[in-house]
């Protein structure tokens, strides 16, 4: 028998609800019964399923029609429409992997996934993707304000070609540094077998 100490539970204490650890594995993990069909799962489950499919067809319209918002080259003479238009890629491909990551995490649950590497995979790269793209956006979402903030004070001085040219290495700036300061995340990550639940 394991005790448990504060903040960490269920039958080998792996897991926690101590800081911002709480995922979408780790909240509905445990609300997922096997062998019984969705219809009759948990509220819980039911509500994020729906949430799920709502985000599943409504994301990706808002991220495609942004996308061709920005996609203009008229639209693209400043670095602000060029923040937002890789933001709004940026948002599109999160929606789409975040779909993904919960379709893989029910077929695992309910056992129609069962090969570890195919786990181990998807718990280490989906995750971090998952993990990269929030502080992508924020940066860039702190980049428009900058650059607009530079437009402001400068005014007519404000060298626009300049600023198109930044902007592009700024934005594979943004992208290398979130990669490398979250690059200890898919090194420590690991599968945890319960073996009371018979789950991974």
């Not at 204490?13 to 062998?35: E, V």
């Not at 969705?38 to 495609?64: R, W």
């Not at 999160?94 to 998807?122: A, D, E, G």
């Not at 993990?131 to 650059?147: N, Q, R, S």
Request: charged residues 15%.
């Amino acid at each position: 028998m394991y005790i448990c100490d504060d903040c960490y539970y269920r039958g080998k204490c792996q897991l926690t609800t101590k800081g911002f650890s709480l995922r979408l594995d780790i909240i509905l993990i445990y609300q997922i019964h096997r062998g019984i069909s969705i219809v009759c799962q948990s509220t819980a489950f039911k509500m994020s399923i729906s949430l799920i499919i709502l985000m599943f067809f409504i994301g990706p319209i808002n991220g495609t029609l942004f996308t061709m918002t920005f996609q203009s080259k008229k639209l693209r003479d400043v670095g602000c429409e060029l923040y937002l238009f890789a933001l709004s890629i940026f948002s599109l491909i999160s929606t789409i992997i975040f779909t993904l990551k919960f379709c893989l995490f029910i077929l695992s649950q309910i056992s129609w996934i069962t090969n570890r590497n195919v786990l181990l995979i998807n718990c280490i790269s989906v995750d971090f993707i998952l993990k990269l793209f929030p502080p992508i956006g924020d940066w860039l979402g702190a980049c428009v304000a900058i650059e607009r903030l530079c437009v402001v004070t400068k005014g007519v001085g404000f060298n626009i070609q300049k600023s198109q040219q930044a902007v592009r290495w700024i934005i594979v700036g943004i992208v290398l540094f979130t990669i490398s300061s979250l690059v200890y995340d898919p090194i420590h990550r690991q599968l945890i077998d319960d073996r009371g639940e018979g789950r991974i």
